[in-house]
C-alpha cells in the first residue's frame, strides 16, 4: 500500500498523512517497550512510508529523543523529526516544576536536542505548551533564531490559543499546530482549526485514537499500571470509561459497515476534516502500527461524515481530557 503524503500549511512541509507519535514507546503508558522491539516499530513505520515523526525533551526526559535518534539515524534523509521544548527541565534531566521557554533556554535545548536526534537540524520544532511568563513573541524570535543558524527548519506550536497562534505566526511563520483532537475531544473546532485555515499553518491531531480508547480495547474493566498516566486521567476512571463506550460503539457499528477497525474509523475521520490535518497516533506493536496505516485507505463519504457528527454530537463525554493542572496549561 502507497503511503499518501500531506502538506502542513502554507511553508509546504510534505510529509505522510499519517505520523508516528513516539512518546509511548518509552514513557507515559506503563514500562517503556524493551529498546530493540520500539527501533522496529519506528523502522517499520519508515518502511511503510511514514515520514513524520514525534518526540520531545520532555518524554524521558530525553530518553525517547534518543531512541528516535538511534532508530530513525539509518533514515535521515528521509524522515522529518518533530521536537519540543519548553518544560523547565535541568541538562541532567531534572525536572523542575512549571515551565521554561525563555530564548536562552530555548536555544540550550535546541543543542543537546539535536545532539540525541543524532542530526544537525531538527526539521520541526515546537513549543510544548505556552508559558505565560515568557511573550510569545520572545519565543518565536528564539525560533528564528535557530531557523536563521540553520538548526531548525520549521516552528510549531502546541496546545496553543488562537490569539497566540497569531501573535507567533507575525514573528515567525508557523508550519503546525499540534493539540489534542479526535472525536471525543473536539476542543480545536470553534477557534484554533478556523485560525490555522485562515493563515495557513497545518494542523497535526496528538492522541487521535483517544489514548487508545477509540480502539476498542479497553473497557470499564482495564487496569492500568501506576506508571501509566491514565490512572489519573479524569477521562479514565472506571465510571467514565463505562460511560465513554458509547462512542466505542459508534465506532464499531461505521468500522463493521466499512470493513474496518474502530481506530481505522477514528483516523480517517480525522483525515477527512481538512487536506491539511495529519495524525500522529502512537503504538508500541507493528500489527497496530500497520492497522493505522491502513486507515489511510478508508473512504468515508460526507454522507458517512454526517451520520458519524450527528450520532458523535448526542453522546456527553465524561471526565475531563487531561488532569486539572495540565489542562490549565491548554489554549493560552
Known amino acids: ?191 484554533v482549526l478556523p485560525t490555522c485555515e485562515e493563515l495557513g499553518v497545518g494542523f497535526v491531531p496528538w492522541s487521535p485514537l483517544g489514548q487508545g480508547f477509540l480502539t476498542g480495547k479497553i473497557d470499564a474493566s482495564t487496569k492500568f499500571e501506576s506508571t501509566d498516566f491514565r490512572a489519573a486521567f479524569p477521562r479514565f476512571t472506571e465510571e467514565a470509561r463505562n460511560a465513554n463506550l458509547a462512542v466505542v460503539d459508534l465506532l464499531k457499528q461505521i468500522a463493521q459497515r466499512k470493513k474496518a477497525t474502530p481506530a481505522q474509523i477514528a483516523l480517517a475521520w480525522l483525515l477527512a476534516q481538512k487536506p491539511w490535518i495529519v495524525p500522529i497516533p502512537g503504538t508500541t506493536k507493528i500489527h497496530r502500527l500497520e492497522e493505522n496505516i491502513g486507515s489511510t485507505s478508508v473512504e468515508l463519504t460526507s454522507k458517512d461524515i454526517e451520520e458519524i457528527n450527528t450520532a458523535a454530537s448526542k453522546i456527553p463525554i465524561h471526565g475531563e481530557r487531561l488532569p486539572e493542572q495540565i489542562l490549565r496549561m491548554s489554549y493560552r
Open 1 to 191: 500500500m502507497l503511503m499518501k503524503t500531506r502538506t502542513l500549511g502554507k511553508n509546504q512541509l510534505t510529509v505522510s498523512a499519517l505520523g508516528l507519535g513516539c512518546m509511548g514507546l518509552s514513557y507515559g503508558y506503563g514500562p517503556a517497550t524493551e529498546k530493540e522491539q520500539a527501533i522496529a516499530v519506528i523502522q517499520k513505520a519508515v518502511e511503510h512510508g511514514v515520514t513524520l515523526f514525534d518526540t520531545a525533551e520532555a518524554y524521558g526526559p530525553f530518553t525517547n529523543e534518543e531512541l528516535v535518534g538511534e532508530a530513525l539515524a539509518p533514515y535521515r534523509e528521509r524522515v522529518v523529526i518533530a521536537t519540543k521544548f519548553g518544560f523547565d527541565i535541568t541538562p541532567d534531566g531534572q525536572r523542575r516544576s512549571g515551565l521554561n521557554s525563555r530564548p536562552e533556554h530555548i536555544k540550550q535545548v535546541a543543542e543537546a536536542s539535536l545532539k540525541r536526534l543524532k542530526t544537525d537540524v531538527i526539521d520541526l520544532l515546537y513549543q510544548h505548551r505556552v508559558d505565560p511568563a515568557v511573550p510569545i513573541e520572545d519565543v518565536a524570535g528564539a525560533v528564528k533564531d535557530l531557523i536563521k543558524a540553520g538548526k531548525v527548519k520549521h516552528f510549531g506550536l502546541s496546545e496553543a490559543g488562537a490569539t497566540t497562534i497569531r501573535r507567533a505566526h507575525a514573528i515567525q511563520s508557523i508550519t503546525a499546530v499540534q493539540s489534542e483532537y479526535s472525536i471525543w475531544t473536539r476542543d480545536p473546532e470553534p477557534e
